[in-house]
Structures are given as C-alpha cells and as structure tokens.
C-alpha cells in the first residue's frame, strides 16, 4: 500500500504547531528526509521556538530548508497567504489548543482552533486548486472517550467528554467529508497519547517526571495530581510522528489509529518516574486521601504498584495481571534501578517516609476519560508501522532528561 514517490523536485511540506512537541519532532523527521519544511507559528510577546531552535536557520544563509511563516488557525486569510506562498506538497495540522481540562475553561476558543482550524485549511486548500496537496489531521483517541469499546479501534464508535474532543470530531469529520466530497488526499491519524522530553510541562506524565526530578534534587517537596485511577495508551511522541509521515505516502487515502496496545494508570506511572530516580513509593489511603509515600531512597528503587492491560491484535483484554507491564514487572522481580536520578536522589536530602504524592481535586475534570487502550493492528499491517519505545523506557528518557536538566542549573 505504501505509494513510490517519483524522483522529482523538492518536497515541500508545511506544518502548523510546529512549535509544539509533536511539530518539532516532525520537523527533524521531514528535515532529515530531505523535504523542505515550513513552519506556521503564530505571534507570541515572548519567543516560544525553543523546542525547534536547533533546528532553527537564518534566512539570509544559503539553501534554508526550514522556514518560519507567521499565521494563526483563528485567521482564514492568513491560512490563504501562506498556502498561496508556500504550495506545499504535504500539509500536517497539528496546531490546537490542545489540552483537555483547559478546554473546560476556553471552550468557545478551543473550538475555533481545534475544529475550524481544519475546515480553514481544507477550504483554502480546495479555493486555490491544490489538487496534489495531501492533508495530514491530527486527531485523537480522545475521540474514543468513554469508550464504547476495548481496546479502541478504527471502527470503534465515537463518544467524546471535552470541548476539545467535540473539536476533534469536527475535524476529524470535516478531513473526511473533504476527503469523500472533493476526493483530496485527506487522513486522520487517530493518535493516542505520546509524551517525551519536550512534552508540554502540564500535560500528566511530564508534571511527574519534572516534579521527581525537583524532588529528587530537593526543590520540591510535594506532587499535586488528580485522578490517579485513569489509563491511558503511552507512547513515544518520537515514533508517533514517523507514523503521521507514513499516512502521506500511502496510494489511497485512509484514517489510522495510532497507538502502542498497552494501557497503564497515572499511578503506575508516577511509582515507575519515582522509581528511576531512586525513590520507592508506597500508596495508602483511598480517593482524594490517597497518598504516595517515599518509603525508601536508596538510589536503587522499587515499584510496589503494577497493571497492565493489554491489547492483542485480536481484541483480547488481559486485564490486571501485569505480566506485560514494566511496572508491574519490577515489581514482582524486585529489578533495580540506577540512573543519573538516583545519584541526585542519594545526594539530596532523604525523602523516606515523607509524602511526596497528594491528590487535589481541582485536578480532576468535569468529565473524565477513564481508560484508553488502542488496537495499531491496521497501521501495523498497512503502513509497517509499529512502536520501538515501550512503557518502562519512555518514563525512563523522561524522567532522565528532566534530571540532566535539573543538574544543569535549568528549569527541567
Ligand atoms: P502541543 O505541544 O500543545 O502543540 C500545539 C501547537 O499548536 C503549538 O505549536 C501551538 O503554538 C499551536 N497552536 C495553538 N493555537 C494555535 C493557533 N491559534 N494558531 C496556530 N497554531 C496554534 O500539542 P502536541 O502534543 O504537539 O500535539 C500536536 C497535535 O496532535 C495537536 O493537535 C493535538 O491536539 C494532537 N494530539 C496530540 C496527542 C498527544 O498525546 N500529544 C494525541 C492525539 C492528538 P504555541 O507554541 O504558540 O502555543
Ligand atoms: O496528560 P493529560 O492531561 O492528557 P489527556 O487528557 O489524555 O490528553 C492528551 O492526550 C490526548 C490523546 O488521548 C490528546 F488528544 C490531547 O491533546 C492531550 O495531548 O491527562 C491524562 C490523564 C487524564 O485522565 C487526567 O485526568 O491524567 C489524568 N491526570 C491526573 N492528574 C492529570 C493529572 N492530568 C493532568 N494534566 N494533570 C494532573 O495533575
């Protein structure tokens, strides 16, 4: 299914949120497979490039390949200059306002970014005749929500619990109806959650990892979370974006789920991030009186909770036995961890015995997401897409990288 592109000029693809995790990771992708890339970033009062300043080049110097263009998915004409400027070969919209519990709060803004944003592309798209262009949405297993299914599938229903889920399925049904009514190369790729080192510092899994690692150095006494109890299918940002570019070269246009087929909890999380850097931690107490305990700071740590579910390829759920999860693996084989953190944790002032993790309700949302595990069977077969990173590994770069930032004097 994978199409042969002709040997030809120049590709050029634009990419919107390129400031953002997945934007950047992109960018050195499509840079390192020869494309030219262009940028849409929108104007801040303070510079917001740092997740793309390696890449950054200065236009005055000789054969520029990365591009930065001022726009804004809020300004139908911006969008219209700069495709009449730039003509892209490929288009991936990953701008949005992207959070969920935030949406709560800018419902009306969320919408004109995440779910108009889209039509605004595909509408300039269509006016100036850009026939060859193929269109990459960036959509979401929030989509799934309070999943009608398990594990969560191309064909799975949709039930979203967000404003910024119903923008998402404005989009991702507008990509489609442009697809099906203009016959555009538009997909979907419906990813779940991917993190990494420059994962936005409110989103859960990198609030823990910054938090163990100024805990560990001993600038932070204490993590503030809100449902511990919730699942979510993580994985690698990195990997994630490799499947996007994948969905652009096939011959026929189709919509992906994206995802590793593991689930695990905020809770599994967290004892994993804390065990990398040397801290054990024990949970007692039960809902928002729930709390994690250092009960050891050894350097060397131990994760007391574990469970996975995972997905087969045939839909089967093992549920909570925890033979799949790194965890939960730890756990049962009492396996040691030793890193950088650790080191810092043995240096630092000795956490045991200390509660370090408290449940905060203003952390919780109106409507929660209770469990996400998605099936890539399809990406696998079509697109020879799969994950490299698993669970274990990806808090470990993370909770690593927050570390190597911590004991070089920056803000992780
Ligand atoms: P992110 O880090 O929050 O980045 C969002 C990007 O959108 C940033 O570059 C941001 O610019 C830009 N943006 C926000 N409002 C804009 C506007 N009005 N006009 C133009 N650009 C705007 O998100 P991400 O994690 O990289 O995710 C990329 C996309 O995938 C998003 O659409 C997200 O909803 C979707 N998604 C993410 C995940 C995930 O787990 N990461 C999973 C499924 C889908 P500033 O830097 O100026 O804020
Ligand atoms: O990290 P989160 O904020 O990500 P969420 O809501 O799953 O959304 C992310 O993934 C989506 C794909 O499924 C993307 F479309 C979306 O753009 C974004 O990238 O929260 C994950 C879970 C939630 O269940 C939340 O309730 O963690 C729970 N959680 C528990 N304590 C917390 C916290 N989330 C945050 N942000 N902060 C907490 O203190």
Not at 86 to 110: C, M, W
Request: charged fraction near 25%; charge should be neutral.
């Amino acid at each position: 299914m994978t199409y042969q592109w002709p040997a030809r000029i120049q590709r050029k693809a634009l990419i919107t949120g390129i400031t953002g995790q997945d934007g950047s990771y992109l960018a050195e992708l499509l840079l390192g497979k020869g494309y030219d890339v262009w940028g849409m970033v929108r104007r801040s009062s303070t510079i917001n490039t740092s997740r793309i300043d390696h890449l950054y080049q200065d236009p005055h110097d000789e054969d520029v390949r990365l591009r930065l263009i001022f726009g804004d998915l809020n300004d139908a004409s911006s969008i219209n200059k700069i495709l009449k400027v730039v003509r892209p070969d490929e288009i991936y919209n990953l701008g949005a306002q992207s959070h969920v519990k935030v949406s709560f709060d800018v419902p009306e803004y969320t919408s004109e970014v995440t779910a108009l944003g889209a039509v605004r592309i595909l509408e300039a798209m269509r006016e100036l005749g850009l026939e060859r262009t193929r269109f990459y949405q960036a959509s979401s297993s929030e989509l799934f929500g309070k999943a009608q299914e398990v594990p969560q599938r191309e064909t799975t229903p949709f039930y979203p619990r967000s404003p910024y889920a119903a923008a998402k399925a404005y989009a991702f049904h507008i990509t489609r109806t442009y697809r099906e009514s203009y016959g555009m190369f538009a997909v979907n790729g419906i990813l779940f959650n991917h993190e990494g080192p420059r994962r936005g510092e409110t989103f859960v899994t990198r609030k823990i990892t910054r938090a163990v690692a100024a805990i560990a150095a001993g600038r932070q006494e204490r993590l503030f979370l809100g449902n511990l109890d919730a699942r979510r299918d993580w994985g690698f940002a990195g990997d994630y974006v490799e499947a996007m570019w994948r969905m652009l070269q096939t011959e026929v246009p189709v919509d992906f789920v994206i995802a590793t087929g593991e689930t695990h909890t905020v809770r599994e999380f967290c004892g994993l991030a804390f065990a990398r850097a040397g801290i054990t931690l024990a949970w007692r107490g039960k809902k928002t009186a729930e709390q994690g305990i250092a009960v050891s700071s050894s350097g060397q740590g131990t994760v007391e909770q574990g469970g996975t579910i995972a997905s087969g390829g045939d839909g089967s759920l093992e549920q909570g036995i925890g033979v799949s999860s790194a965890a939960a693996g730890i756990a049962k084989q009492g396996t040691t961890v030793h890193s950088a953190a650790a080191d810092i944790a043995e240096q630092g002032a000795d956490p045991s015995g200390r509660v370090l993790v408290e449940v905060d309700p203003r952390y919780f949302r109106p409507c929660e997401v209770e469990l996400l595990l998605g099936d890539p069977t399809k990406a696998k077969e079509k697109l020879g897409w799969q994950p490299r990173v698993g669970f274990r590994e990806l808090v470990e770069m993370m909770v690593d990288a927050d570390v190597a930032a911590a004991g070089a004097g920056k803000q992780p």
